[in-house]
């Protein structure tokens, strides 16, 4: 019975900026490693940050050095801080839950799926 909830997406305008929110329920344990993926119309599936409560933390390449995932200790709640949003930031957001440590390359796709929210950033 593990459950996702998803929030904070929405349209933004170019430059500005965005915080996602992932709210994990069902774990025994709060050391679960959170990931993100998201996906445009008729784009291919791609990684966006991967983490847990620490180090190490991993980012896709469209949006390193713009995206940040956070996670403290105790809290449910992993949030994904995106900055300086372009029009190719446009899709769905899934957020997605799973054991184990997380897969620097974002091929694994096993874990807890969220519904996914929608980001729009345009004019």
């Known amino acids: 019975q593990v459950q996702l909830v998803e929030s904070g997406g929405g349209w933004v305008q170019p430059g500005e900026s965005l915080r996602l929110s992932c709210t994990v329920s069902?774990?025994?344990?709060?050391?679960?490693?959170t990931l993100w993926f998201r996906q445009a119309p008729g784009k291919e599936r791609e990684g966006v940050a991967c983490?847990?409560?620490?180090?190490?933390?991993y980012y896709g390449p469209s949006v390193k050095n713009r995206v940040a995932i956070v996670r403290d200790i105790g809290d449910t709640t992993s949030y994904l801080q995106m900055d300086y949003l372009k029009p190719e930031d446009t899709g769905v957001y899934y957020c997605?839950?799973?054991?184990?440590?997380?897969?620097?390359?974002?091929?694994?796709?096993?874990?807890?799926w969220g519904p996914g929210i929608e980001v729009t950033v345009s004019t």
């Open positions: 997605v839950a799973k054991e184990g440590p997380c897969d620097s390359t974002f091929g694994s796709t096993f874990g807890y």
């Open positions: 069902g774990f025994a344990t709060d050391a679960y490693t």
């Open positions: 983490g847990g409560v620490g180090p190490p933390r």
